[in-house]
T-cell receptor, first 114, second 110 residues
Framework: DTAVSQTPKYLVTQMGNDKSIKCEQN?????MYWYKQDSKKFLKIMFS???????INETVPNRFSPKSPDKAHLNLHINSLELGDSAVYFC?????????????FGEGSWLTVV | QKEVEQNSGPLSVPEGAIASLNCTYS??????FFWYRQYSGKSPELIMS????GDKEDGRFTAQLNKASQYVSLLIRDSQPSDSATYLC??????????FGSGTQLTVLP
């Protein structure tokens, strides 16, 4: 009964490849997010998706594209992977009018680009 | 100036002591304040939220907020080795995204 689940947990891939990370939440939340945490532990938002409205962090390269088939799923697709994309990617969800918009995180996907 | 600033640490305290973690933020319109704990190799988990000035206590944890000084802190009483983790301060303004600090690494020494 995991609240926010993401797959795969570990991913090692070569530069130039295209990969996807999937995320699902069963909390009934209306907003989902993708965060990137670099080696210095800095957690930075990449995207948020609320009721079909996508909010993009402008510093995110357009090689990254979120896809939300429904409000319980927000997948992250990455094209032409680069070494600097190596990081931990966290999916998260929240309900804007509940719990002060508390964000609940998935367990993370460790991406290593070689 | 970073939007949310924390001392990266590491902060070391002996078991049983009070650990004090501090955070400052730059956006005066911030309304919601959160402390997340992140164990190594794990995801962040919420431990405290605070919305109004003053103290909020939950077990061994106390969050303190001073909006005039743009300062939020977390006190951990009777620190245990299991409290050793990175503590992330996060701040939110209405209609804005949650912004995290870079975290303070806490080590509680047995």
């Amino acid at each position: 009964d995991t609240a926010v689940s993401q797959t795969p947990k570990y991913l090692v891939t070569q530069m130039g490849n295209d990969k996807s990370i999937k995320c699902e939440q069963n909390l009934g939340h209306d907003t989902m997010y993708w965060y990137k945490q670099d080696s210095k532990k800095f957690l930075k938002i990449m995207f948020s998706y609320n009721n079909k409205e996508l909010i993009i962090n402008e510093t995110v390269p357009n090689r990254f594209s979120p896809k939300s088939p429904d409000k319980a799923h927000l997948n992250l697709h990455i094209n032409s992977l680069e070494l600097g994309d190596s990081a931990v990617y966290f999916c998260a969800s929240s309900q804007l009018d509940r719990d002060g918009n508390t964000i609940y995180f998935g367990e993370g996907s460790w991406l290593t680009v070689v | 100036q970073k939007e949310v600033e924390q001392n990266s640490g590491p902060l070391s305290v002996p078991e049983g002591a009070i650990a004090s973690l501090n955070c400052t933020y730059s956006d005066r319109g911030s309304q919601s304040f959160f402390w997340y704990r992140q164990y190594s190799g794990k995801s962040p988990e919420l431990i405290m939220s605070i919305y109004s000035n003053g103290d909020k206590e939950d077990g061994r944890f106390t969050a303190q907020l001073n909006k005039a000084s743009q300062y939020v802190s977390l006190l951990i009483r009777d620190s245990q080795p299991s409290d050793s983790a990175t503590y992330l301060c996060a701040v939110k303004r209405e209609r804005r995204q949650l912004t995290f600090g870079s975290g303070t690494q806490l080590t509680v020494l047995p």
